[in-house]
């Protein structure tokens, strides 16, 4: 089954195959981003030894884009109340 997306009046097919691809891409690029080999974040792979680390790194994986505008995705790091 081929997609057609029309864009101005013309049609554009994407293949499964095509979009499989940039899936893989997207992930590829994400697993870079938040391993910090591109861009100036740290590295979420480190220290995947609770849940909530593993959350956060596969939060920056899919939302790489935001962790490369400096956007913190760290869970723990909500203080509410002002306490320590």
Do not use: H
């Amino acid at each position: 089954m081929v997609s057609e997306k029309s864009f101005g009046g013309r049609t554009a097919y994407i293949s499964p195959d095509m979009r499989f691809g940039l899936l893989l891409l997207y992930l590829a690029v994400g697993v870079l981003v938040a391993a910090g080999i591109i861009g100036s974040e740290g590295n979420y792979f480190s220290g995947l030894s609770t849940l909530e680390e593993t959350a956060e790194m596969v939060l920056a994986v899919l939302l790489w884009p935001l962790v490369l505008l400096d956007v913190n995705v760290n869970i723990g790091d909500i203080n509410i109340g002002g306490g320590k």
